[in-house]
């Protein structure tokens, strides 16, 4: 499984951006992902995950971005989006897009709990 992101950039704060991930080598239709971001000197932390299968049903999301940030998906392209609404300074951060190799996306909130990742995508709010 291959999974790149986009969609990074630079914005103010209250600004919105919206993040990509396209995931190829698989069959994306049943699978547990995630968002993470790493901000400088700091752990990386979830931020969101989705059973793609049953995405209405099964989405979550950390408490600080509950309200701003909204995962969507496009199932025939393959890809995982994250649309990031009033940005705030403590969002600056890489952010990262992984795949767990089960579909289970419950109590799945630390790294090790997927196996596949892309390179990221750096996120700064000023």
């Known amino acids: 499984v291959q999974l790149v992101e986009s969609g990074g950039g630079s914005v103010q704060a209250g600004g919105s951006l919206r993040l990509s991930c396209v995931a190829s080598?698989?069959?994306?239709?049943?699978?547990?992902m995630a968002w993470f971001r790493q901000a400088p000197g700091k752990e990386r932390e979830w931020v969101a995950n989705?059973?793609?299968?049953?995405?209405?049903?099964?989405?979550r999301y950390e408490v600080s971005v509950r309200g701003r940030f909204l995962i969507s998906q496009d199932k025939d392209k393959g890809t995982l989006y994250l649309q990031m609404d009033r940005l705030q300074i403590e969002d600056t951060a890489m952010y990262y897009c992984?795949?767990?190799?089960?579909?289970?996306?419950?109590?799945?909130?630390?790294?090790?709990?997927?196996?596949?990742w892309g390179q990221g995508t750096q996120v700064t709010v000023s």
């Open positions: 992984a795949a767990r190799k089960e579909s289970i996306c419950g109590g799945a909130y630390r790294q090790s709990d997927y196996y596949f």
């Open positions: 080598g698989h069959t994306y239709s049943s699978y547990c």
């Open positions: 989705v059973r793609t299968l049953d995405f209405d049903r099964d989405t």
